[in-house]
């Protein structure tokens, strides 16, 4: 479970493309956050992902973001073009294929390796969607696989990008949400070339009219309470929002729990849609294991902020990471076992140690971290100020 929301440019306060994602993943899975340089790749050579080997391509650029310990791709990720895609888990009434494929975490990599832009990084995902499928295990290492739902974002446009298999469909966003449900409905732009003879052949699409993606494709079986008032929720809190959006804002929607803001209220159960709240706690469907902000400029040469959180934002704190910089080994550091020094681990262990009264230790918590959030951002604005004059001098 996951979900993914952006606003561009003129939809926002800052005249710049927000985006922001919430991993809901097994509680338990550590995800940490790593960075790859760019680089030049000699002819021939391939790239291992997380379940087969593909051809490289001759040239990837920089990128970093949050990947569940055991995959090879990215939940959420930003590469040095200002481009961020997130992935989400949506159910088709198609079978996943049992041969291994790529999976949507892998494809968040290599969109954001191989794209300058958002049409470009849809691009580049959607032929290797047709080419490679996306079969293999994708919720663990011996667990299930998915279809996969993607918002892709550049300073100038975004995108949704929805999959059934091998087949595709993608439309523009302004300011609007995905989460884990196929929610393209007529109003694709582009396509799979046998999105729609795939459909009529199966019998699920039988209007003379242009297919429709989430009738045709959705699959009736998955409960839509998950997703839907998640979705709703969103798109409520961007629309309150109009004209106001920035990076504090989307941590904000990230981190909400309805009527509580930041703060889980007690009572709800999972027979209710409001359990499932953007900021998520709902074994065994999925918990919040981490968040990202970004706000993608319109020129790279000065450094920017890239906002992460591990374990739950409403617990935690975002931290401001960059393309320019190293990213300390504890931001990269963790797998299957408790770790002292990762920070994904230090802030699960805060979780935790909240989750048996979250309406007084969550108060408390925000309260506690104003300081430090402070601090922070007033450090963020003079290191980076020192790093343009440092890029600038040489």
Known sequence: MCDCIVAVGAETRIGATVFGKNSDRSEHECQPFRQFPGAFHAPGSSARCT???IPQVAETYAVMGHSPWWVWGFEQGVNEHAVAIGNETVF??????????LIGMDLVRLGLERGRSAREAL?????????????GSALGPDKSGYHNGFLIADPEEAWTLQTSNRRWAARRLQRDAVSNHISLTSDWEIGARDLEGFARAQGWWTSGGRVDVAAAYRNPGVPGRISEGRLRRSRELLDTAQGHIDVAVMQSILRDHLDGGPVRLPGTTTDDESYFTLCMHSEPIGTTTASLVAALPRECRAPWPVWISFATPCTGVFLPVYLDGLIPAELARGGTAPDAASAWWAFKVLQD???????????????AWKGFESRIESERIEVEREAGRARASG
């Not at 088709?92 to 494929?101: C, D, H, L, Q, V």
């Not at 691009?123 to 490679?132: K, Q």
């Not at 140690?353 to 309260?367: G, N, V």
């Open 51 to 53: 379940h087969i080997e």
């Open 92 to 101: 088709s009434k198609e079978a996943i294929e049992e041969r291994p494929g």
């Open 123 to 135: 691009e580049v995902m959607a032929t290797l969607i047709e080419s490679y499928g996306q079969g």
């Open 353 to 367: 140690a909240a989750t048996p009264d979250f309406p007084r230790h969550t108060i408390w918590l925000r309260e």
